[in-house]
């Protein structure tokens, strides 16, 4: 979270990518940080996943992240 709040302050379009699982502490880091950053969740966990399926969980993120960059 701080690399995209870091981001946001420097008026850099981002997007953040995270795992479901970490909802909860990100909502945290959030509110302690004080901005509401683009952020698109993908599917948990990522560290086991094959090569293929990496690619798929980006191919099916890839179009929400752009969205929220061409926003920013």
């Not at 599917?43 to 191919?59: C, F, G, K, V, Y």
Request: proline share 4%; net charge negative; with cysteine.
């Amino acid at each position: 979270m701080h690399d995209i709040v870091t981001l946001d302050n420097r008026g850099v379009p981002g997007c953040a990518v995270a795992s479901e699982e970490f909802q909860v502490a990100a909502a945290s880091q959030i509110k302690a940080l004080g901005l509401e950053p683009a952020l698109v969740w993908v599917d948990h966990p990522i560290q086991n996943r094959t090569e293929q399926e990496l690619a798929s969980l980006a191919a099916n993120a890839v179009e929400e992240i752009l969205q929220h960059i061409k926003q920013g």
